[in-house]
């Protein structure tokens, strides 16, 4: 595992509440990388599978769960490695199927954004203010 890739922190960039008052009330997705260096030689020829794991936003289903003064209003959407498809915390990145280990290293492209829940699209509720969410991620060899 890179060094880098033990405590991501993923900024997003400072958006104006009423951003997130219209549809699609969401903010650009931001990118980031885990990567895994010196993969063992009995890791190579395997498949690799790597799996978030954090609270939900009961609003938003497959969405992690914010803390700060817009909790309940707003959570954040993981990519999965093709840039497009929800990966929800639980599942497994690349739907399921993982990624075969070739080399010595990995990267696993993914993203995330923050959206607003329904409820808070319709009161036009989101504040200004901080707000954070936590996951983990836990790799698994086949």
């Excluded at 609270?55 to 309940?72: F, I, M, Q, S, Y």
């Excluded at 739907?95 to 990267?107: A, C, D, H, P, R």
């Amino acid at each position: 595992m890179s060094g880098d890739s033990l405590n991501k922190h993923v900024v997003f960039k400072t958006r104006a509440s009423r951003d997130f008052w219209y549809p699609p009330g969401r903010s650009p997705t931001e990118s980031f990388v885990i990567r895994l260096e010196n993969c063992h030689a009995t890791a190579v020829g395997k498949i690799v599978t790597l799996t978030f794991k954090g609270t939900e936003e009961a609003a938003l289903p497959g969405h992690l769960k914010v803390t700060g003064v817009n909790a309940g209003r707003l959570g954040i959407a993981l990519l999965d490695t093709d840039g497009s498809s929800l990966l929800k915390p639980g599942a497994s990145h690349n739907k399921g199927q993982g990624e075969k280990v070739t080399g010595n290293s990995l990267e696993l492209p993914f993203g995330a954004y923050v959206v607003a829940t329904p409820e808070a699209l319709r009161t036009k509720s989101v504040v200004p203010g901080d707000y954070e969410a936590t996951a983990t991620f836990e790799l698994t060899y086949r």
